[in-house]
C-alpha cells in the first residue's frame, strides 16, 4: 500500500464547478498535511497546510480527517487557472522529510 | 526576494555522459533534497542534507552524487546518465522544524540521448 494515495483523475469539470479531491495516508503518526499545486512541466508550490480544525483561503478548503487518516480539498467556482496537478502531501512524523502521493489532475474547460 | 534557483533550467547529455545540476537557496534552509520527477509521477526523494549531514534514500542508485559546499549550495551530479535517468530534477528546501514545508526551484528537465 502507498503511504499517500491520490485518485489520479483527470477530473475534467466546467468553469464554475465545484470539485473536490481525496487524500489518504497509511501512517496513523502523520503530523503535517499539505496540498501542493503543480502546474504542467513546472515546479511543485504549496496551496495550502491542512489543520486538524480544518482551514479555508478564498474558494479552496482543506479538511483533515486523522481518525479515517483522509484528506480532502474542496474548490468552489472553478477557474480555468485552477487547471492544474494537485500534490496531497504528508508529513509522517518520523522526520521532516515530506511524503508526495502522485497528484489530482483537473481540468477545468470553459 | 528569497527563493531556490537552479540551473541550468534544460540539460541534454549524452548516454553515459556525466552531467552536473546545480541548486541555490536564499532562504538560508538547514536541509537541502534532491528529488527526481518523471511523468505523471510523484516527486521521488534522492538525497537530502541537513546541514553538511548526507542522507541517502535506500534506492537511490549509486550513479546519483551530491555535493553541498556550503549552506547555500548543493550539486547533483549523474556519472553516467542512462535513457532511464531523463527527468526533472527538482532541488527543495526546509527548516527541519515547524511545519517542514518545502519550498521548490522551478526545477531542471534533463534529457538523456
Known amino acids: 500500500r502507498k503511504e499517500v494515495e491520490q485518485d489520479p483523475g483527470p477530473f475534467n469539470v466546467p468553469e464554475g464547478a465545484t470539485v473536490a479531491f481525496n487524500c489518504t495516508y497509511s501512517n496513523s503518526a502523520s503530523q503535517s498535511f499539505f496540498w501542493y499545486r503543480q502546474d504542467c512541466r513546472k515546479e511543485p508550490k504549496l496551496l495550502m497546510s491542512v489543520y486538524s480544525s480544518g482551514n479555508e483561503d478564498g474558494r479552496f478548503t482543506a479538511q483533515l480527517n486523522r481518525a479515517s487518516q483522509y484528506i480532502s480539498l474542496l474548490i468552489r467556482d472553478s477557474k480555468l487557472s485552477d487547471s492544474a496537478t494537485y500534490l496531497c502531501?504528508?508529513?509522517?512524523?518520523?522526520?521532516?522529510?515530506?511524503?508526495f502521493g502522485s497528484g489530482t489532475r483537473l481540468l477545468v474547460r470553459p | 526576494d528569497a527563493m531556490v534557483i537552479q540551473n541550468p533550467r534544460y540539460q541534454v547529455t549524452q548516454f553515459g555522459k556525466p552531467v552536473t545540476l546545480s541548486c541555490s537557496q536564499t532562504l538560508n534552509h538547514n536541509v537541502m533534497y534532491w528529488y527526481q520527477q518523471k511523468s505523471s509521477q510523484a516527486p521521488k526523494l534522492l538525497f537530502h542534507?541537513?546541514?553538511?549531514?548526507?542522507?541517502n534514500e535506500a534506492d537511490t542508485p549509486d550513479n546519483f552524487q551530491s555535493r553541498r559546499p556550503n549552506t547555500s549550495f548543493c550539486f547533483l551530479d549523474i556519472r553516467s546518465p542512462g535513457l532511464g535517468d531523463a527527468a526533472m530534477y527538482l532541488c527543495?528546501?526546509?527548516?527541519?522544524?515547524?511545519?517542514?514545508?518545502?519550498?521548490f526551484g522551478p526545477g531542471t528537465r534533463l534529457t538523456v540521448l
Open positions: 542534507y541537513y546541514d553538511k549531514d548526507f542522507n
Open positions: 527543495a528546501t526546509s527548516r527541519p522544524f515547524g511545519s517542514n514545508e518545502q519550498f
Open positions: 502531501v504528508v508529513n509522517p512524523g518520523s522526520s521532516y522529510k515530506l511524503i
